[in-house]
């Protein structure tokens, strides 16, 4: 018998049906001028999605941090986010926990594709994937509870003398903060439909404009990207029928491969000391920029003056699920909505953290990145919204471009 | 066809955590298909053994070349690059899930040239390399594209650089043979990566360079064994990286592949690697030694179909076959030529460079004509001199009346062992043969390709271009020089 519903942590029940919600990606738009102050919506959404058979026996009653006298290994298959489990900090806390975490690390679309017996949790990083994973389980007779602990927007990275090439050219202007920039999608669209080289905006690059990403048929950031160009190419508004996205996914679909083979370690290569050379524009999420100014700073004093992010106009934000699958899997999901020191942990990895009932803090990032000494990027919570594709739809657009298998 | 990509995995469990594990780690041996510039790895895999009990036993090879998806007979893959069976397995539809993969090491293809003449080619492009290979001032080593990794990257980087569009090389982007000019510098092959440094080794008196991985090239240095060092040069542009992943064959040895691949991407052991071997740290937060802190270019975005991979080392085999490359210009030379079109040409000429060279053993015909065949001259480049000689040709001032083409295209694939001819005009035929007649008598393979300025009839060029199995290029929309390059390497 199946169960579908929304729990709240007091364990209110919400009828619901997980598999219709939400249009696949939410992008906040600003009213009126590009380069107005951005802002997020906060993601109103239940910090918990439940879909039980009775297999997995829940706790859900608050009081989850249970100790045990033994060491649990948990198997996760997971994408962007096993940067979380692998910081040390992590690690110690929920080690304290009794809690070992063993990852397969894999993009978040295969994740959806991918064989996932054995495992105690996934952990897709948007909702995309997310929604495919669920659904998947749930046609499998699967249990699982979903968590969404944290969000980060997807954001461009780039190296200040490519973002200054922009600015001269008219795509991008510089935020207060001196490590952001705001761009204009529409501009960076229009470089890689005219198929401009940097070299044609002054720098020492033969190579097209473009923004690497993963593969598409691989990765969170890859397949939210795509649905952001191909909403921007058609004026701004998302395709309704099947044929009017696979007609603009065949349009967009030679900028996106004008990359070649893609790179599923992007963000390792651009933050690599040789990262200008590798990557010098790509895509990939706010937290790993920020951990890694926050890093910087730390060690040096000062940040890396030299990366800096480019925040499209239209704000993308990203959502990863924390699937647990098992019995210690949901036991983990609850400590990371629930546990005072990860949740922590996470806002100083430059995640934005949720709170417990799915609202957000909106001055929480700026004003932890403000006590350490790092310009905040000029973005907060806002009620303007646009959609992308809806999910069925750019889940066909993500399979056209790349060529993916299913 | 299906995207297929390598899964990467994250080691956690291993000793890393708090020293609260891994007493139980039992002696364990793994077989290893491994790339065989890997041998420089010994001692690193000596502490591997000492602290995780993991003994890698390496079958050295062209590791990255040969191992074929779903055909494997050792443990684990240690490869300097996997792009190639990523490209093999997509090509052929394999559908089965591909190994677990993951980096661990970096280090970039590069050119090493003999300190005395690095200095000016410190910020070259490979444009650059090519002009100075194609007139016999670089000669150099490279490895063969078809069994090495360090081979293929390099014919990658090249061909993409010729090729100049910014993106990732599709297969009609390798149509003309511009890898002529740069392939005129290699002076010797191997067919193995080893074999490349040995033979480099016993020449290195009679040769400029070695295009090789970073990590190799600064081994040499180190190896005491260089009557000359080598400067190490990143050329600016077409730039590719390895990235040493580790691929899990047999996934039931996961438990212990985790261990290596968590000994091995922790910084003590980066850094080891770093200074034993010379290649760069996976981990972007470990500092690079000095000696690995400059610049490297630019990233090419390298092609992600085997299909392209099969042009460039079709390109390949025709540059290096020892068949000498013979073009035939035929040069319009009619008194409408006078003043800017002349000069024009002349530019063109002397402005082929880079790419575009012309290269040492290459031949080539200039046949001038205006009603008729005014006279014809053949050089094979040996050096400076011929160019001069073709330069000093082109610069006579006879130009005459009428403008016989079809006459002049006959002369021109009568010339002895043609493979091309670029016929160059401003006219209309009002002399000798006509296109019909031309085509009647045509004897040869040779191709056509017509470069129409002025009021030449491009009707008419372009049927007879196509009937050769050449084109027309419209240097009336361009210019000259873009006209002249782009038909440079056809044929």
Request: hydrophobic share 45%.
């Amino acid at each position: 018998m199946w169960g579908n519903f929304f729990s709240t942590p007091g364990g209110r029940v919400a009828a619901n049906r997980t598999t219709t919600e939400e249009p696949s990606l939410t992008i906040i738009r600003p009213p009126r001028s590009a380069f107005r102050r951005k802002r997020f919506l906060v993601p109103f959404v239940p910090s918990v999605l439940v879909a039980l058979i009775g297999v997995i026996s829940l706790v859900v009653s608050g009081n989850v941090v249970l100790k045990l006298d033994r060491i649990v290994v948990l198997e996760g298959k997971i994408a962007s986010k096993a940067e979380f489990f692998t910081d040390d900090a992590v690690r110690r806390i929920l080690m304290s926990h009794g809690i070992q975490v063993h990852l397969t690390q894999v993009g978040s679309r295969e994740i959806a594709t991918s064989d996932l017996d054995g495992y105690d949790f996934v952990f897709p990083s948007g909702k995309p994937t997310g929604l495919l994973i669920r659904n998947r389980l749930q046609e499998e007779g699967k249990s699982f509870i979903a968590y969404r602990p944290f969000f980060s927007p997807v954001v461009l990275a780039s190296f200040r003398d490519y973002a200054e090439a922009l600015v001269r050219q008219g795509t991008a202007k510089p935020q207060p903060g001196p490590l952001y920039y705001d761009l204009s999608m529409d501009g960076f669209v229009g470089l890689m439909r005219e198929g401009t080289t940097w070299r044609k905006l002054g720098q020492d690059n033969g190579n097209l404009v473009l923004a690497q990403t993963p593969d598409v048929c691989w990765s969170n950031t890859a397949g939210t990207y795509l649905g952001l160009v191909a909403s921007v190419t058609n004026g701004n508004r998302a395709p309704v029928t099947e044929a009017e996205a696979l007609d603009l996914a065949t349009k967009i679909k030679p900028w996106l491969l004008s990359q070649g083979m893609s790179n599923e370690d992007i963000p390792r290569m651009y933050f690599a000391p040789e990262g200008r050379g590798f990557a010098p524009v790509v895509v990939i999420y706010e937290h790993q920029f920020l951990a890694h100014q926050l890093r910087v700073k730390a060690q040096t004093g000062a940040v890396d003056a030299k990366r800096v992010l480019l925040y499209p106009e239209a704000q993308l934000q990203s959502v990863p699920e924390f699937i647990g699958l098992t019995e210690s899997g949901v036991r983990l999901g609850e400590l990371l909505t629930a546990d005072p020191a990860l949740r922590k942990r996470a806002l100083e990895l430059g995640l934005r953290v949720l709170q417990r009932d799915g609202t957000l803090y909106e001055r929480q990032v700026s004003e932890f990145l403000g006590e350490h000494g790092i310009d905040p990027p000029a973005i907060g919570v806002g009620d303007t919204e646009a959609v992308l594709p809806a999910l069925p739809l750019l889940e066909k657009m993500i399979v056209e471009v790349g060529g993916c298998k299913r | 066809m299906q995207a297929v990509k390598l899964l990467a995995a994250v080691a956690l469990v291993a000793a890393a955590l708090a020293g609260c594990t891994s007493s139980t780690a039992e002696p364990t041996r793994l077989t290893v298909l491994a790339s065989a510039e890997l041998a420089d790895l010994a001692p690193v895999l000596a502490d591997l053994r000492r602290d995780t009990g993991v003994e890698l036993a390496l079958d050295l090879g062209e590791a990255s070349t040969s191992l074929v998806p779903g055909q494997y007979r050792h443990d684990l893959a240690w490869l300097s690059s996997d792009r190639f069976f990523q490209l093999k397995a997509k090509g052929a539809g394999f559908a089965g899930p591909l190994p677990l993969a993951t980096a661990t090491m970096l280090s970039p293809l590069a050119v090493g040239v003999k300190a005395g003449k690095a200095k000016e080619l410190r910020e070259a492009s490979w444009a650059d390399l090519a002009d100075r290979a194609a007139s016999g001032q670089l000669r150099f080593g490279l490895a063969d594209p078809h069994r090495t990794a360090s081979g293929l990257d390099a014919l990658i980087g090249v061909a993409t650089a010729a090729a100049g569009t910014g993106r990732a090389l599709r297969p009609e982007d390798v149509t003309c043979d511009k890898l002529r000019g740069f392939l005129a510098g290699r002076a010797f092959t191997s067919s193995s990566a080893t074999g490349l440094t040995e033979e480099y080794l016993r020449r290195q008196d009679d040769v400029d360079a070695v295009v090789d991985y970073e990590s190799v090239l600064l081994s040499l240095n180190a190896s005491g064994e260089l009557a000359e060092p080598l400067e190490v040069i990143h050329p600016r542009d077409g730039m590719v990286i390895s990235e040493y992943p580790l691929l899990l064959l047999d996934p039931g040895k996961r438990a212990a592949y985790d261990r290596v691949v968590g000994w091995l991407r922790a910084e003590p052991a980066q850094r080891s690697i770093m200074e034993r071997t010379g290649r760069r740290p996976i981990d972007p937060a470990v500092p690079r030694s000095d000696r690995l802190s400059g610049p490297i270019g630019n990233a090419l975005y390298f092609p992600d179909r085997q299909e392209v991979v099969d042009t460039v080392l079709a390109a390949y085999d025709r540059a290096v076959s020892g068949a000498g490359h013979h073009v035939v210009f035929a040069l319009d030379y009619s008194t409408s030529m006078a003043g800017p079109r002349i000069t024009g040409l002349r530019e063109a000429f002397a402005a082929l460079n880079g790419f575009d060279s012309f290269f040492l053993g290459e031949t080539i015909t200039v046949v001038r004509f205006a009603g008729r065949v005014l006279d014809e001259r053949t050089v094979t480049v040996s050096g400076e001199g011929d160019l001069a000689a073709l330069r000093d040709f082109l610069a006579s001032d006879d130009l005459a009346d009428g403008t016989a083409i079809w006459s002049a295209l006959d002369h021109a694939h009568r010339v002895a062992g043609a493979d091309a001819v670029v016929l160059m005009t401003d006219g209309e035929n009002n002399a000798g043969m006509s296109a019909e007649e031309f085509l009647n008598a045509r004897t040869g393979a040779a191709r056509t390709y017509a470069i129409r300025f002025g009021e030449a009839d491009p009707v008419e060029l372009d049927r007879v271009s196509r009937a050769t199995g050449g084109r027309v290029v419209d240097a009336t929309a361009t210019s000259l020089l873009d006209a002249v390059q782009e038909v440079r390497g056809c044929g």
